[in-house]
């Protein structure tokens, strides 16, 4: 019984919070949920992240959520028994290899996960203060991680609350993709966290803290650059063109005869005698 009071609940929270998110939009007002008086230092996401897209199955939309890769592949799923049931299971697709129970509930939020050597269960946590609202959770390195409210933003955070010694590290993003629809872009730097535990904590956030109510202007999927085409602003660039033989200059070289005459020969840059 108190499984299908919480899978209600949750699902009522997820209308309040579309339903707030839409209004906050249409009165202009969407920035108070990024207001913050934090003086940590950010550190911005990486600009080649990887990129997976959350979606709600066409055909049962209540129990199954798809999660494709930037190949449009299905390589995850969540899934529940039954749309009166809070705690959902994230699999691999196609091994079907059980990776983490989520429990999305109206007051107990947490992940269990099963192939994380020193991560087991992790509690998700509601935060609120002048730094802002965030889902937060610890992993084995002993930071704390945060989602917030507003920028959808996942980020590390070392000396919470530590004032200008405060870092905020940010290594994943999530983004609505269509209003009032369950479509989440998530981007993920998998060099500094592992994309299971940003997928699974995502989707508690997607249920219970963000919801699908605000205007999206996107015409697609964040457009990243093929790593060949990365270049950073302190790599220096090679020039890799052939070079032309005609444009290279010749190798002087004075011979002295036996006669004492001197004759001057040029020879092509190269060229071994």
């Known amino acids: 019984m108190s499984h299908i009071v919480q899978a209600g609940a949750v699902h009522g929270l997820t209308a309040a919070l579309t339903a707030g998110t839409f209004v906050l939009e249409h009165l202009w007002l969407k920035d108070i949920l990024d207001l913050s008086a934090s003086s940590a230092t950010v550190t911005p996401l990486t600009d080649s992240p990887g990129q997976y897209f959350v979606r709600r199955d066409r055909k049962d939309r209540q129990k199954k959520i798809k999660i494709f890769n930037n190949k449009g592949v299905q390589v995850y799923a969540i899934e529940r ?101 369950f479509d989440f872009e998530v981007l993920v730097d998998e060099a500094k966290i592992d994309r299971e535990i940003v997928l699974a904590t995502a989707f508690v956030s997607m249920l219970t803290q963000w919801g699908t109510g605000e205007i999206t202007d996107t015409v697609g999927p964040t457009y990243i650059a093929p790593k060949s085409e990365v270049v950073k602003d302190d790599e220096p660039t090679v020039n890799n063109d052939p070079i032309d033989k005609e444009e290279t200059s010749p190798i002087i070289v004075v011979v002295k005869n036996q006669d004492d005459s001197i004759e001057v020969e040029a020879v092509d840059e190269g060229l071994t005698s």
């Open 81 to 181: 028994l039954s749309a009166l049931n809070p705690v959902w299971t994230l699999v691999t697709i196609p091994q079907r290899q059980e990776v983490a129970t989520i429990n999305a509930g109206l007051v107990s939020r947490s992940v269990d996960f099963h192939n994380k050597v020193g991560i087991s269960h992790r509690d998700i946590t509601a935060d609120f203060g002048l730094n802002g609202r965030f889902r937060s959770f610890y992993l084995d390195d002993g930071a704390k991680y945060s989602w917030s409210r507003g920028s959808k933003f996942l980020e590390k955070v070392i000396n919470p609350s530590g004032g200008i010694e405060e870092i905020r590290e940010r290594v994943a993003k999530v983004k609505l993709m269509r209003q009032f629809k």
